[in-house]
């Protein structure tokens, strides 16, 4: 995540003072009818747009619109940063075709601290054509620098220390996980 390029957004597009959670989605995936969106607690994202930008045509990420300007470090969804937010939210994923029932929702828990202190929470999430995830979620170290964590589901194919729990069926088409996303605060 490019810090210069958040802190231009922000302050062009919201205040110094909020707080933000970066989104960066990214998924490897041929469909041309790709539908591939997110939504955070019962807000649905609609300002968004499916964006090809790397040479590899089968790379989708998901980026912010403003107007006709587009994002340029994903998703940033901006709050207004009282004195702390401390909130937990769910977050879905959905992945598929448009115009089908041939489509996939993940849902993952988030908890939300954020502070004037530490006001950035940096979630990307990356799935392949195998379906294999892997999330990078940031936190804050104790010397107030940000750290990521990573996650997958195949331990197997990624040599990261953390795996994600085995989610539960929910209907035909949901996954729910209940790894917690997004703690800022060390362990």
């Known amino acids: 995540m490019d810090l210069r390029q958040l802190e231009k957004e922000i302050k062009e597009f919201g205040n110094e003072t909020d ?20 939504s955070l607690g019962m807000e649905e994202m609609t ?3 499916l964006n090809r930008r790397y040479p590899n045509k089968n790379y989708c990420t998901i980026t912010k619109k403003y107007g006709r300007k587009l994002s340029k ?3 940033p969804y901006i709050m207004k940063l009282e004195e702390t937010i401390d909130e937990v939210m769910l ?14 929702e993940m849902i993952f828990p988030l908890e939300v601290h954020l502070s004037k202190e530490k006001p950035i929470l940096y979630i990307r999430f990356l ?19 940000i750290e990521s964590i990573e996650l997958t589901n195949r331990p197997n ?26 703690v800022t605060e060390s362990v």
């Open 47 to 49: 300002d968004i747009k």
């Open 157 to 182: 194919k990624y040599a990261y220390k953390n795996i994600l729990a085995t989610p539960t069926k929910s209907g035909e088409h949901t996954l729910i996980f209940s790894n917690v996303l997004g």
């Open 127 to 145: 799935i392949d054509e195998e379906f294999s995830l892997r999330i990078f979620s940031s936190r804050y170290s104790k010397d107030n620098k």
């Open 19 to 38: 707080a933000c959670i970066v989104f960066d989605f990214g998924i490897i995936n041929p469909l041309e009818n790709l539908d591939f969106s997110f």
């Open 91 to 104: 977050l879905a994923i959905r992945v598929g075709e448009k115009g089908t029932d041939n489509y996939l």
């Open 73 to 75: 470090v994903g998703y």
